[in-house]
């Protein structure tokens, strides 16, 4: 099964594999790519909800991975969903794509080349540099605001 994000509906992805999505994804599209979206669910798309379970899963992985804080509440029942599903997530979200990388979810991309390789992301103080493995909203030494960094 293929777990299509927003932007599977915005490319017209087109696959022969059995589709499913979340009704938050309904929520994010417009025009035309709504009415595919509508065209889908009546020609027999799953739309699935994730349980809570899963999707605190899906937060504590993208807090390991330092993605946290780039995934809307869409992405992470998206990774939820596929994960529930034991199904390919179709998005061209990096984090999305990170996070789904280290909970063993198999990922397509469309429109774009799909990450390289898993990221652990270590954020770094503005004013006093220090970094940190966890994301806070500001420096626990200095109190200035955190950025995330590459760790490579």
């Not at 022969?16 to 929520?27: D, K, M, T």
């Not at 220090?130 to 490579?152: I, Q, T, Y």
Request: with cysteine.
């Amino acid at each position: 099964m293929h777990v299509l994000d927003t932007s599977a509906f915005i490319h017209e992805y087109h696959t022969q594999a059995s589709v499913a999505s979340i009704p938050l994804v309904r929520e994010e599209l417009e025009d035309e790519h709504a009415y595919r979206f509508d065209a889908l669910e009546g020609s027999g798309m799953h739309l699935h909800i994730p349980e809570d379970e899963t999707v605190e899963r899906i937060e504590r992985a993208a807090r390991e991975t330092g993605d946290l804080g780039e995934l809307s509440k869409t992405d992470i029942r998206l990774v939820a969903a596929a994960f529930e599903l034991d199904g390919t997530l179709v998005t061209d979200d990096y984090a999305m794509q990170n996070v789904a990388e280290k909970l063993d979810v198999t990922v397509e991309v469309i429109a774009r080349e799909g990450i390289d390789e898993q990221r652990e992301w270590r954020f770094q103080c503005a004013g006093c540099g220090r970094e940190f493995d966890d994301d806070h909203d500001r420096c626990p030494v200095c109190g200035s605001d955190l950025s995330r960094k590459n760790p490579a």
